[in-house]
């Protein structure tokens, strides 16, 4: 089946970096676009960026040009999100996204908390 672990997420102060990594496994990572999406609490799911399959496109949120960047590595199936400029208003929950066949799936996510 389909599944993503997202990891490192962690608590950062105001101005940090932190990359976020998502392995993927159950589908043909190589041939299919990846978005990862934030959750913070309380809040609805926001999107956060997109990568082509073979990252000759990427899209990104308004909120997070120019300070997030996706990439990925097609041959070990995992997906990146380098965060730079960390502020308290990304604080959430980051998780992985492929839609296969019309269907969404998403993995469990990795918390990023952004405070001094």
């Known amino acids: 089946q389909v599944e993503f672990v997202e990891s490192g997420g962690a608590l950062v102060q105001p101005g940090g970096s932190l990359k976020l990594s998502c392995v993927a496994s159950?589908?043909?990572?190589?041939?299919?676009?990846v978005s990862w999406y934030r959750q913070a609490d309380g809040k609805e799911p926001e999107w956060v960026g997109v990568?082509?399959?073979?990252?000759?496109?990427?899209n990104y949120a308004d909120s997070v040009m120019g300070r997030f960047s996706i990439s990925r590595d097609n041959a070990h199936n995992t997906a990146y999100l380098q965060m730079n400029d960390l502020q308290p208003g990304d604080t959430a929950l980051y998780y992985c996204?492929?839609?296969?066949?019309?269907?969404?799936?998403y993995g469990q996510g990795t918390q990023v908390t952004v405070s001094s």
């Open positions: 990568i082509s399959a073979p990252s000759t496109y990427k």
């Open positions: 996204n492929v839609r296969l066949s019309g269907y969404d799936y």
């Open positions: 159950g589908f043909t990572f190589s041939t299919e676009p």
